[in-house]
């Protein structure tokens, strides 16, 4: 009992997105009316359908039905052959079921399509183009990739020179492009060129690009330095007729609330003195005149100026020299019963504390350090500080971190 199973073609060719068909004729081989169900076994069953579905035969008739095959024309498709059974399975006698094989031969297509990004770059000396390759069919790709220009005005490197895309997949490459002459200032020059996509047994995809070629330099460069060598002049300005002046009357302001008198211009001699105040000169007696000298003019004599006090030369004064510290190992202040001209000061930092230092004449803060610019400082003037008598000099010293022990050496004269 059962059912014998025959294909009229036992191999079938068919493209994606068309359709083939073969005829199963089935034979009931049993004792009794019996109904066979026909369908399709393999990956090709998916795309398989038979007509009709079932057949009811008597003992020892024959039916026939049509199976038809459509692949779809999608990557997912594979090409080749593919091998398929029809199954007739009998509802009365299940065992007596029958399979009989063939083998669909599915062709393959091509269908690419490539992108190239950007389509138009910039630069001096070159910029890079990504070219994407993507596989739509569903045979494997090996393509080439060649890129170049008419007018032979520039170069190419494509990375890599050729893709191996698999179906329904994707490929990248690189095509770096370099121009060959560059020139320094003008327009932006438009420089097309062609990218080829050839793979097997069809024609090549041809992309357009180009490449907007730019100065080596930029339009704005020229500008920008015009700009900043005006802006920069406009600061010489300022600086030499207001900021200048301004910090000059500062410093000589600060250096008279200190007591020091600011040293003469050149046009002044140099001397470092104060300007004697002129005298009203005598009318002198001609040399071999028998006469007697004239007398003075009859008009009031000009009381002259005070002259500007100075101090007296070091050499004339009784040297004298101290230490103030906060430590403890010596006084942090010192007072005067005579005018002492301070010279010299030496300030120490050797264990680079952090922090603030601060040198004043009584509550007048001559020098303001930060601790932490020096180890060994020292100032010699010229002119000197002058301590007036019962005035106090005090060193005032804030340290950041340890033990506080910066100090200051000084030196001078007073006028006995």
Same mark, same amino acid.
């Given at each position: 009992?059962?059912?014998?199973?025959?294909?009229? =073609?036992?191999?079938? =060719?068919?493209?994606?997105?068309?359709?083939?068909?073969?005829?199963?004729?089935?034979?009931?081989?049993?004792?009794?009316?019996?109904?066979?169900? $026909?369908?399709?076994?393999?990956?090709?069953?998916?795309?398989?359908?038979? @007509?009709?579905?079932?057949?009811?035969?008597?003992?020892?008739?024959?039916?026939?039905?049509?199976?038809?095959?459509?692949?779809?024309?999608?990557?997912?498709?594979?090409?080749? @052959?593919?091998?398929?059974?029809?199954?007739?399975?009998?509802?009365?006698?299940?065992? *007596? +079921?029958?399979?009989?094989?063939?083998?669909?031969?599915?062709?393959?297509?091509?269908?690419?399509?490539?992108?190239?990004?950007?389509?138009?770059?910039?630069?001096?000396?070159?910029?890079?183009?990504?070219?994407?390759?993507?596989?739509?069919?569903?045979?494997?790709? !090996?393509?080439? &990739?060649?890129?170049?220009?008419?007018?032979?005005?520039? *170069?190419?490197?494509?990375?890599?020179?050729?893709?191996?895309? =698999?179906?329904?997949?994707?490929?990248?490459?690189?095509?770096?492009?370099?121009?060959?002459?560059?020139?320094?200032?003008?327009?932006?020059?438009?420089?097309? /060129?062609?990218?080829?996509?050839?793979?097997?047994?069809?024609?090549?995809?041809?992309?357009?690009?180009? $490449?907007?070629?730019?100065?080596?330099?930029?339009? #704005?460069?020229?500008?920008?330095?015009?700009?900043?060598?005006?802006?920069?002049?406009?600061?010489? &300005?300022? #600086?030499?007729?207001?900021?200048?002046?301004?910090? !000059?009357?500062?410093?000589?302001?600060?250096?008279?609330?200190?007591? $020091?008198?600011?040293?003469?211009?050149?046009?002044?001699?140099?001397?470092?003195?104060?300007?004697?105040?002129?005298?009203?000169?005598?009318?002198?007696?001609?040399?071999?005149?028998?006469?007697?000298?004239?007398?003075?003019?009859?008009?009031?004599?000009?009381?002259?100026?005070?002259?500007?006090?100075?101090?007296?030369?070091?050499?004339?004064?009784?040297?004298?020299?101290?230490?103030?510290?906060?430590?403890?190992?010596?006084?942090?202040?010192?007072? /005067?019963?005579?005018? /002492?001209?301070?010279?010299?000061?030496? /300030?120490?930092?050797?264990?680079?504390?952090?922090?603030?230092?601060?040198?004043?004449?009584?509550?007048?803060?001559?020098?303001?350090?930060?601790?932490?610019?020096?180890?060994?400082?020292?100032?010699?003037?010229?002119?000197? $500080?002058?301590?007036?008598?019962?005035?106090?000099?005090?060193?005032?010293?804030?340290?950041?971190?340890?033990?506080?022990?910066?100090?200051?050496?000084? +030196?001078?004269?007073?006028?006995?």
């Amino acid at each position: 009992m059962g059912a014998l199973v025959t294909l009229s =073609e036992k191999t079938l =060719e068919v493209q994606p997105g068309a359709v083939a068909t073969c005829t199963v004729t089935v034979k009931n081989t049993g004792t009794v009316v019996d109904q066979f169900s $026909i369908d399709v076994l393999g990956d090709p069953g998916a795309w398989a359908a038979a @007509e009709p579905a079932a057949l009811s035969l008597f003992p020892g008739a024959e039916g026939t039905a049509t199976v038809s095959f459509r692949p779809l024309r999608s990557a997912t498709t594979p090409s080749g @052959e593919q091998p398929f059974g029809v199954r007739v399975r009998s509802r009365e006698d299940p065992a *007596g +079921s029958a399979v009989e094989e063939g083998v669909l031969v599915v062709g393959a297509y091509a269908d690419t399509f490539a992108e190239l990004v950007p389509r138009t770059s910039r630069g001096s000396r070159g910029a890079t183009h990504e070219l994407a390759v993507d596989n739509r069919g569903n045979g494997r790709l !090996n393509a080439t &990739v060649t890129a170049g220009d008419q007018d032979q005005l520039l *170069g190419f490197d494509v990375e890599p020179p050729g893709l191996v895309v =698999e179906p329904g997949t994707a490929g990248f490459a690189k095509v770096r492009v370099r121009t060959r002459r560059r020139f320094w200032r003008g327009t932006p020059k438009t420089r097309p /060129f062609k990218v080829a996509v050839a793979g097997e047994g069809g024609p090549p995809i041809v992309l357009d690009g180009s $490449i907007l070629q730019e100065a080596l330099l930029p339009r #704005w460069l020229i500008p920008a330095l015009l700009a900043a060598l005006v802006a920069l002049i406009a600061l010489l &300005v300022i #600086w030499l007729t207001l900021l200048q002046p301004a910090i !000059n009357s500062a410093a000589v302001q600060a250096l008279a609330d200190a007591g $020091i008198t600011p040293l003469p211009s050149s046009g002044a001699g140099g001397g470092g003195g104060a300007t004697p105040t002129p005298t009203p000169a005598s009318t002198a007696t001609p040399v071999g005149s028998g006469s007697p000298a004239p007398s003075a003019s009859s008009g009031p004599t000009p009381t002259p100026a005070p002259p500007t006090p100075t101090p007296p030369p070091i050499g004339e004064g009784v040297p004298g020299d101290g230490r103030l510290a906060v430590d403890g190992t010596s006084p942090n202040s010192a007072s /005067f019963t005579k005018v /002492f001209y301070l010279t010299d000061l030496v /300030f120490a930092n050797a264990n680079g504390r952090s922090g603030s230092l601060e040198l004043r004449r009584d509550s007048f803060v001559l020098i303001t350090l930060r601790l932490e610019n020096f180890r060994s400082l020292d100032f010699h003037y010229v002119t000197p $500080i002058v301590v007036q008598p019962g005035q106090t000099l005090s060193l005032v010293v804030s340290c950041k971190t340890g033990p506080c022990d910066p100090s200051v050496y000084y +030196s001078g004269f007073s006028k006995p």
